[in-house]
Nanobody, 127 residues
Framework: QVQLVESGGGLVQAGGSLRLSCAASGRTFSRYDMGWFRQAPGKEREFVAAIRWIGGSTYYADSVKGRFTISRDNAKNTVYLQMRSLKPEDTAVYYC????????????????????WGQGTQVTVSS
């Protein structure tokens, strides 16, 4: 079992920056690929970014590529999402998720394939 707690959300003006953190506890954090997702009101949960449990390989949604950076510190059991050049359309509840590492598996963008989820943190970008 892994428990995930997000923090760092808030209200920011368009063009601003925020850094989200996701602290993990429970089973060995370093054995999980980690992802960030977001869900805006009335919309489905969508993939934002993911990072491999070892090696640091990353993958981003086209909508955030070049503006957001995912990183992790396995020693601190924490994954981060640095968000820059924020736009009003980035407004959503942001969730981190953990996907149990499976040999041969690739980073996934599908929410159903993640095993554990945090409670979410609200990000609001004003125009």
């Amino acid at each position: 079992q892994v428990q995930l707690v997000e923090s760092g959300g808030g209200l920011v003006q368009a063009g601003g920056s925020l850094r989200l953190s996701c602290a993990a506890s429970g089973r060995t954090f370093s054995r999980y690929d980690m992802g960030w997702f977001r869900q805006a009101p009335g919309k489905e949960r969508e993939f934002v970014a993911a990072i491999r449990w070892i090696g640091g390989s990353t993958y981003y949604a086209d909508s955030v590529k070049g503006r957001f950076t995912i990183s992790r510190d396995n020693a601190k059991n924490t994954v981060y999402l640095q968000m820059r050049s924020l736009k009003p359309e980035d407004t959503a509840v942001y969730y981190c998720a953990a996907d149990t590492f499976r040999p041969g598996a690739v980073l996934t963008t599908k929410p159903d394939e993640y095993d554990y989820w945090g409670q979410g943190t609200q990000v609001t970008v004003s125009s």
